[in-house]
């Protein structure tokens, strides 16, 4: 089975998981790929695509993964100055891809 998925994805979610996942089925093998592109499966490059948000594919089966639940988190002085959520705007993010 050949997997793709988004990096932080794959490092955070799958891969701790993958060995787990493996175990009953011995002779599975996965061969995982990540990056911020998406999958090419008209190519026959990969089997799987783990995606945020829709897929770009055509002609491909969804199926929705459970909703994640994010939580912010920043300095207290920074917290401090964040009272609503326009005040955000003027402040350094790091976007999760």
Known sequence: MR???APNFA?????PRLA?????YPKLEVRL???TDYA???NDDFDIDIVYGPPRAEGVEV???PEETVTP???PGLAKSIR???DLLSQTLIART
């Open 73 to 75: 988190l920043c300095s």
């Open 84 to 86: 609503k959520p326009a």
């Open 20 to 24: 787990q996942f493996l175990a009953p």
């Open 63 to 65: 199926v929705p993964l």
């Open 33 to 35: 790929a990540a990056s």
């Open 3 to 5: 997997v793709h998925s």
């Open 11 to 15: 490092a955070q979610w799958l891969a």
């Open 40 to 42: 090419r499966f008209r």
